[in-house]
Every structure is written in structure tokens, then in C-alpha cells.
């Protein structure tokens, strides 16, 4: 019983734990600025940080430090309860994942993921749609036409390997057992999950 409970900490904590999760996001939110910089040709900090890459750290306690400002029309309470739904969807999302302790799976679960994953970026329009003024409404036109365009060749690629999967190895739509195949994907259909990548690496770099 101590044995158990000192493992689930253990993994709590460290892998796929809060750790592991804090690094990740640093790692990916750098790889994704140097990607995005280099194609746009633009020279970003290189001082916070081995190679920048505590730039995202740097750029979150900026964020935490600013002071909220609201105007008479702007809404208080509502965008916290969306924001904290959007934060509840990830972490929904993230239990049917073999990076869950004790992964739930059932049968065409990837229909809720579907729409969970719609929740956040919605969620994010919300937030700022809900201090209204005229820059904010530009801003927010601006970041639903871009969802209209990177959204259909992300879910396009989410779709792919699921499809696959469920076709030849059983796996129901299912997001933990296309998880589980996922290694026989790539080697039965190398072109359809190199397609399917580049479409999720379009898809996010928008």
C-alpha cells in the first residue's frame, strides 16, 4: 500500500507529472519560437537562457506580473469559469493519453476529445471578447478566421491516424488504443502519418 501511494507521488511529481509537464512546455514553446522565427527570418532573444530557451519562463512571470484592467462593459466573472472549463478539457484530454497514470478508453472517445478540443481555443476568443473594445474585437475576428484555416488541416491529421487504426488494428476510435498502435502506423503507412505530422505542424504553426 505505501509502495503504491509513494508511486503514484513519484509520478505525480516527476513523469508525467508536473515536472515533466512544466519541462515540456518550456521545450516545446521554445522549439516552436525558433521554427516560427526561422521561417519568418526573425531574430528573437538569446540571452534568457542556454540558447533562450527560458524566454517562455521569462515571458510567463511578465504576464503574471501586469495588472488587470477592466473597463464598465467587461465581464469579471463569466471568463473565469470559461478559462477554467478550457483548463478542465486539457486535462480531460490528457487522461485518455498513455501519459495518464490509469488511462480511460472506451470506443469512439475521440469524438469527445474532438470536442473538447474545440473548447480552448474558443475559450481564449471568449477572454478576450469579454473586455470589449475596438481593438479587442479586431483581435479576435483576426484569431477566428485564422481557426477557420489552421483548424481543418489540424483535425485532419488528428483524424488520420485514428482512421487507420481503427481500420486495420481494432482500435474503435479510440484515442488510448490508436496510442497503443501507434508504432504500426508508421511503418504500414509511413507516407499517410508523414502527411498527417506536416498538416499538424502546419495546423499548430498557424
Request: aromatic fraction near 12%; hydrophobic fraction near 55%.
Amino acid at each position: 500500500m505505501v509502495g503504491e501511494i509513494a508511486w503514484l507521488i513519484l509520478e505525480a511529481v516527476l513523469y508525467p507529472g508536473l515536472l515533466f509537464v512544466v519541462l515540456m512546455i518550456i521545450f516545446t514553446q521554445w522549439l516552436y519560437r525558433k521554427l516560427s522565427a526561422r521561417i519568418q527570418y526573425r531574430r528573437g532573444p538569446i540571452h534568457a537562457g542556454p540558447f533562450g530557451i527560458l524566454q517562455p519562463l521569462a515571458d510567463l512571470i511578465k504576464l503574471l506580473s501586469k495588472e488587470d484592467v477592466y473597463n464598465a462593459y467587461g465581464l469579471v466573472k463569466s471568463p473565469l469559469i470559461v478559462i477554467s472549463l478550457a483548463i478542465g478539457a486539457l486535462v480531460a484530454i490528457t487522461l485518455t493519453t498513455p501519459l495518464a497514470t490509469k488511462p480511460l478508453s472506451s470506443p469512439f472517445d475521440s469524438v469527445v476529445v474532438l470536442y473538447l478540443l474545440a473548447l480552448t481555443p474558443f475559450a481564449i476568443a471568449y477572454l478576450a471578447a469579454s473586455n470589449p473594445n475596438p481593438y479587442t474585437m479586431i483581435g479576435v475576428a483576426r484569431y477566428l478566421a485564422l481557426l477557420v484555416a489552421a483548424e481543418p488541416p489540424f483535425v485532419m491529421s488528428f483524424l488520420t491516424p485514428l482512421i487507420i487504426a481503427s481500420k486495420y488494428n481494432g482500435a474503435d476510435y479510440s484515442i488510448y488504443a490508436t496510442s497503443e498502435v501507434s508504432w504500426r502506423i508508421w511503418l504500414e503507412n509511413p507516407l499517410a502519418m508523414a502527411l498527417a505530422t506536416v498538416a499538424s505542424f502546419i495546423g499548430l504553426m498557424a
